[in-house]
């Protein structure tokens, strides 16, 4: 794997994102709002975020797969969380964004969350896809048509 593959990982891509929400929401704040309902949903996708990761992680290394971007898997996972979504762990790097969006009031930074799911998307996504119909088939075929992408 070449450096630039190394650097270009969605851990990365997800602090530069939270970083320009963070700089508009001190820089440039926007009616803050302080409402225990928003910080409880903040909390909520910050938190379900985090988790939704951490099982999918698990579930892959079960499996003996890889997690590791840019590399092929050596199992499709369609169990657990990946029954809901085909990209756990990137719902939940979105997911984080969202809440932490939420959690600063960096509501001109709410266009941040599409944007960065377009990135991950593009960057990742279809490649990741492309293999694993490559390595897959059928199964995958079958998996793609009744799992969403993200949710």
Sequence with gaps: MSKLKWIDLPP???LLFLALAWVQATRMPLAPIDHPVTDMLAGMLIGGGLLMMAVAVVQ???????????KHASFLVT????SYSRNPIYLGDAMVLLG???????????VLVPLFMWV??????HEEESWLKEDFGPEFEQWSRK?????
């Design 147 to 151: 799992t969403r992408r993200w949710l």
């Design 12 to 14: 990365l891509w997800l």
């Design 60 to 70: 892959m290394r079960q499996h003996h797969t890889t997690f590791v971007p840019h």
């Design 100 to 110: 932490c969006v939420l959690h600063w009031s960096a509501w001109p930074s709410l």
């Design 120 to 125: 991950i998307t593009d960057r990742f996504i």
């Design 79 to 82: 169990n657990g969380v990946f």
